[in-house]
């Protein structure tokens, strides 16, 4: 382990860029593309180009993906979260999801068999507002829990949705989860989490494969422009979205020697502490969980993607949330409107152009032939919190 200027990283001494998972492969997960593109709402997002932070890092080209735009939820959760409803309500009405489509369950037939079905889940604001989303599309009711210390904004804009209760409660994160999956036992509700547990496995599955159709949008992106990805950076809270992404791609370019790192706040970062306990166990997250980054507060790593995590990430990171207010400008310059969980990984990236990051930079090999690709998983969720980044931004000279 080592730092500089507060960053703490590992690096893998032997990562496996082998194959990932067999329900990452392009053939598996070619439903969940299928099931996206149905939605009226559909569209596949931006990549941008980032040519400062290319000729800064040196390389031979930068992209991010921007989420803020997906299905006008602000972020990439509702890939997830509609996928796991479109499977659960599928499974729950004996429907095969390879033939089911999503108007036959929003037909007036269907609509009666699950009009009075419940969803519940935690959140800490996107995953909650994307699950919502979903279930208000069946006409069905929502049920989201929220870690203390939610911005009340995050809050309303899921109660905003279709038949949904929100709810800040006053446990962490993770303890959250736990009560949501009580309510759920409880009442008969259909829960979904895009975390795992023994015994809970299925839809958390459903809700890693929903984040694909971003990456398949951003490798044919780049395919147009005659590029490949040669290193990606991916934030992780539980590691869902980061684990989803990394088995994907590394089952899209079995040939590739794809470089990952996976980032976390330094307050939250369970994977991070995981990797460093050197001993292949989960083990939960140590820092206070006081940090902006709220997507990324969380305290315990997802069985699912844990091997995946362990095993094919050349890298492991874990940042102050100045790393992320630095992301937030460098985007905001490239009109990408990125919140401070979407933005970490450009701040990071940014960081490695110094000369303290040299050796950094060297053991992942960025040069001049990289092409690195982002993903900003979400906007404005907080827009207050925004303005006043971004704002400040705009106040300071170049040196912000």
């Not at 082998?18 to 990452?24: H, I, R």
């Not at 496995?201 to 780049?222: H, K, N, V, W």
Request: aromatic share 8%.
């Amino acid at each position: 382990m080592n730092t500089i200027q507060g960053i703490q990283y590992i690096v893998n001494a032997s990562p496996d860029h082998g194959k990932g998972p067999a329900f990452l492969s392009p053939a598996e997960t070619a439903a969940v593309q299928a099931f996206h593109e149905a939605l009226p709402e559909y569209a596949p997002t931006a990549l941008v180009p980032l040519p400062e932070l290319a000729e800064s890092l040196g390389i031979k080209a930068a992209f991010i993906k921007d989420e803020s735009t997906r299905f006008g939820l602000k972020a990439f959760k509702g890939l997830g979260g509609s996928y796991a409803v479109f499977r659960a309500v599928c499974d729950r009405l004996g429907l095969d999801y390879r033939e089911t489509s999503i108007e036959e369950l929003q037909s007036d037939k269907v609509h009666r068999q699950i009009a009075e079905l419940h969803f519940v889940t935690a959140t800490d604001g996107n995953h909650g507002k994307g699950v919502a989303w979903a279930a208000a599309k069946l006409g069905c009711h929502a049920h989201v829990y929220l870690p203390k210390g939610s911005v009340q904004a995050r809050a309303q804009a899921i109660r905003d949705i279709g038949k949904t209760e929100a709810v800040i409660t006053d446990l962490g994160y993770d303890d959250a989860v736990r009560y949501a999956a009580k309510m759920a036992d409880e009442h008969d509700w259909l829960l979904i989490q895009d975390t795992s547990w023994p015994g809970y496995e299925d839809i958390p599955r459903t809700i890693i494969q929903g984040y694909t159709t971003m990456c398949r949008e951003a490798s044919e992106q780049l395919e147009e422009l005659g590029l490949a990805p040669t290193h990606v950076f991916l934030q992780a809270g539980v590691g869902a979205m980061a684990g989803g992404v990394l088995g994907w791609l590394r089952n899209r370019y079995p040939d590739s020697d794809l470089t990952a790192a996976i980032v976390e706040p330094t307050e939250a970062a369970c994977v991070f502490e995981s990797v460093a306990a050197a001993d292949g166990k989960m083990h939960p997250a140590a820092g206070s969980g006081r940090t902006i980054m709220a997507g990324l507060n969380c305290g315990e790593v997802c069985p699912l993607t844990w091997p995946i995590l362990r095993c094919q990430a050349d890298a492991w990171f874990s940042c102050p949330d100045q790393v992320a207010i630095q992301g937030m400008r460098l985007l905001n310059r490239a009109d990408v409107i990125s919140g401070e969980s979407g933005a970490v990984t450009a701040g990071l990236a940014s960081l490695m152009a110094q000369d303290a990051f040299a050796d950094v930079k060297q053991a992942l090999k960025l040069n001049r032939d990289s092409v690195l690709l982002l993903f900003s998983t979400e906007g404005d969720t907080d827009p207050e919190a925004y303005r006043e980044i971004v704002n400040i931004c705009r106040a300071q000279t170049s040196a912000c």
